[in-house]
């Protein structure tokens, strides 16, 4: 569906949708509007304490976190989900799709993008339903099986296929960049989502992915609008040179490559309005999570 097409038939959708399209007219970086105060998250499965789920959620509460995300289609009953989020005040903003990458949307086989679609619109309405506006999805997978330009037309033709699960439930899909050897420059970042041309559709933009190629800040000014969500991790490039290509991750926030510096500020003149930063690193008990939130302030601030 065209962009304007939808904004025609936006009153007729189900849940609540965005006031406005992602990509304004202009993207001047000047005379925007002040960003709003960032939020952060972090993912489920770094809660490493052993206690009930009411109580993790309580605990990340107090260390001074906004939100969780949750992996989906979610293996936590929706109910006792919601209940603990009324219960701590705690805000679900995002799941992330646990089925993309083993089954990608650009795979050759018809059966297996079934799969896969379906299971995006299970998260679309599982993300509904606790509350939150965005599923983070992988949009493709490139390998010696799967050719570039074969991925990039799989994958448009099956995210297509998505809208109209999107339309219904309000809820975004946020494409992000993986190591997948697919969407590997800022400018065909904005070309893919530029060619779905639909609002509901933008970038889950994850900062640490991104220094093995390239720069945060450069994304950010290119992508613009159209990024809904951030993630955040570390990333030494040194590390991955000396110990190994994965290595570059282990390394705490701020103590990287990352100039979380010139971040902020292209964040700040983009005008960023996706209110969210998770963060997606090493995880740990209640004085690991403390430091990690700790980290995040720190770089909010910045």
Same mark, same amino acid.
């Given at each position: 569906?065209?962009?304007?097409?939808?904004?025609?038939?936006? #009153?007729?959708?189900?849940?609540?949708?965005?006031?406005?399209?992602?990509?304004?007219?202009?993207? #001047?970086?000047?005379?925007?509007?002040?960003?709003?105060?960032?939020?952060? !998250?972090?993912?489920?499965?770094?809660?490493?304490? +052993?206690?009930?789920?009411?109580?993790?959620?309580?605990?990340?509460?107090?260390?001074?976190?906004?939100?969780?995300?949750?992996?989906?289609?979610?293996?936590?009953?929706?109910? +006792?989900?919601?209940?603990?989020?009324?219960?701590?005040?705690?805000?679900?903003?995002?799941?992330?799709?646990?089925?993309?990458?083993?089954?990608?949307?650009?795979?050759?086989?018809?059966?297996?993008?079934?799969?896969?679609?379906? #299971?995006?619109?299970?998260?679309?309405?599982?993300?509904?339903?606790?509350?939150?506006?965005?599923?983070?999805?992988?949009?493709?997978?490139?390998?010696?099986?799967?050719?570039?330009?074969?991925?990039?037309?799989?994958?448009?033709?099956?995210?297509?296929?998505?809208?109209?699960?999107?339309?219904?439930?309000?809820?975004?899909?946020?494409?992000?960049?993986?190591?997948?050897?697919?969407?590997?420059?800022?400018?065909?970042?904005?070309?893919?989502?530029?060619?779905?041309?639909?609002?509901?559709?933008?970038?889950?933009?994850?900062?640490?992915?991104?220094?093995?190629?390239?720069?945060?800040?450069?994304?950010?000014?290119?992508?613009?609008?159209?990024?809904?969500?951030?993630?955040?991790?570390?990333?030494?490039?040194?590390?991955?040179?000396?110990?190994?290509?994965?290595? !570059?991750?282990?390394?705490?926030?701020?103590?990287?490559?990352?100039?979380?510096?010139?971040?902020?500020? #292209?964040?700040?003149?983009?005008?960023?309005?996706?209110?969210?930063?998770?963060?997606?690193?090493?995880?740990?008990?209640?004085?690991?999570?403390?430091?990690?939130?700790?980290?995040?302030?720190?770089?909010?601030?910045?």
């Amino acid at each position: 569906m065209l962009r304007r097409d939808f904004i025609a038939s936006a #009153s007729l959708l189900a849940g609540g949708l965005v006031s406005a399209p992602l990509i304004g007219k202009s993207e #001047s970086l000047s005379s925007k509007s002040e960003m709003p105060k960032l939020k952060k !998250g972090l993912g489920f499965g770094m809660i490493q304490e +052993e206690i009930p789920l009411l109580d993790k959620l309580k605990l990340v509460k107090d260390l001074g976190f906004d939100g969780v995300e949750f992996n989906s289609p979610v293996d936590v009953d929706l109910k +006792e989900l919601v209940a603990a989020k009324e219960k701590t005040g705690l805000l679900f903003p995002s799941t992330v799709n646990k089925d993309h990458w083993a089954k990608p949307l650009s795979d050759p086989d018809p059966s297996v993008r079934e799969f896969i679609i379906n #299971s995006i619109t299970k998260s679309l309405e599982e993300t509904k339903e606790l509350g939150g506006d965005t599923v983070l999805v992988v949009p493709g997978v490139v390998n010696d099986k799967v050719s570039y330009e074969t991925a990039y037309n799989t994958a448009l033709e099956s995210i297509r296929k998505l809208i109209p699960a999107v339309e219904r439930t309000g809820v975004k899909i946020g494409l992000e960049n993986v190591w997948n050897n697919f969407i590997i420059s800022p400018l065909e970042a904005k070309q893919l989502v530029d060619t779905i041309n639909h609002p509901l559709i933008g970038f889950y933009f994850d900062i640490g992915n991104i220094l093995r190629y390239g720069w945060p800040e450069h994304w950010i000014e290119t992508l613009n609008k159209r990024i809904v969500k951030l993630h955040i991790k570390e990333f030494s490039r040194k590390k991955m040179n000396d110990e190994g290509l994965w290595k !570059g991750f282990e390394v705490e926030l701020t103590e990287g490559d990352i100039d979380w510096k010139a971040v902020m500020d #292209s964040l700040r003149k983009t005008d960023y309005q996706g209110e969210w930063m998770v963060a997606e690193v090493r995880g740990g008990d209640r004085k690991r999570l403390a430091q990690i939130s700790e980290q995040m302030d720190r770089i909010i601030a910045m």
